[in-house]
């Protein structure tokens, strides 16, 4: 009997060392998050889901998942920027489907096949390509942005449904586009490390039959760790509809997501971060 309670034990401690789908980032991938402290739990939905993005044989940044709205939350990164050819096809996550799938993002059609899932079990359990079909006025929007990482793997990582939502096309190209690749530049200065978050407030729209929201907004936040002894941070927000950006400080941008969060105090970093 206690040579069968050992051996279950044993096997939960390698169950749990594999999971992509976690419980929680604290124990898990936490080095995506400025002294590994996550947003609280304001932002959190009613259905979410805890992923530590892994690809190859790597994690490379962490999405808190909303399963009903099949949109992320927010996704979590440290930033190391350079250009982004694309290539690779799209990805999803297995373990959305079930734990007992491979922890690593897959093509569709390799999963489909491997797993032995048919594309109905897969759409139930998170938005799919054919979601993101055909849209009007709308793109692929990256929390996670393909060229803030600097090697192809972690690039490719962030090109998984689980990382993007429907994002108005004129924001997506136009001063998004400008914020993540000017404005980051020049923000970044003299930073070490910076530590990002970036997420999206569900809307009441959707696409695809209802299937995927649409987010009312989209908002970005920063902490960079310019030596041991001085940090800096900054944010932004955008209406999901609109071809502009608003620029706040960390304080500021919580408190604005304190509002659209029905009043829940909203904090995004460590408190050693600074809000002003």
Request: aromatic share 10%; with cysteine; glycine share 6%.
């Amino acid at each position: 009997m206690l040579l069968l309670l050992l051996l279950q034990v044993s096997a939960t401690c390698l169950w749990l060392g594999r999971s992509e789908v976690v419980t929680s980032f604290q124990g898990s991938c936490p080095q995506f998050f400025f002294r590994q402290t996550p947003p609280n739990q304001a932002l959190e939905p009613q259905n979410p889901a805890w992923i530590c993005q892994h690809y190859g044989n790597q994690y490379y940044f962490a999405t808190l998942y909303d399963r009903t709205r099949r949109i992320p939350v927010y996704s979590a990164y440290v930033y190391n920027p350079t250009s982004c050819p694309r290539t690779d096809p799209w990805m999803i996550e297995p373990q959305l489907v079930g734990l007992n799938y491979n922890k690593s993002m897959e093509k569709t059609r390799t999963f489909l096949k491997e797993g032995n899932v048919t594309l109905k079990q897969l759409g139930d359990s998170q938005a799919i390509l054919k979601d993101y079909k055909s849209l009007k006025g709308l793109h692929r929007g990256h929390l996670n942005p393909c060229g803030h990482h600097n090697d192809s793997s972690s690039m490719n990582a962030t090109f998984t449904l689980t990382n993007i939502v429907p994002q108005d096309e004129n924001l997506n190209i136009g001063a998004w586009k400008n914020y993540e690749q000017q404005t980051m530049k020049n923000k970044t200065q003299g930073c070490k490390t910076t530590y990002v978050v970036v997420g999206a407030v569900p809307g009441n729209n959707y696409i695809s039959n209802g299937r995927v929201n649409k987010p009312s907004y989209i908002w970005s936040s920063a902490c960079c760790e310019v030596d041991n002894n001085h940090r800096k941070a900054w944010a932004v927000i955008a209406e999901n509809d609109k071809n502009g950006v608003t620029l706040l400080t960390l304080g500021g941008l919580e408190n604005r997501l304190t509002q659209l969060y029905r009043g829940n105090p909203v904090s995004l970093f460590d408190s050693a971060c600074p809000r002003q």
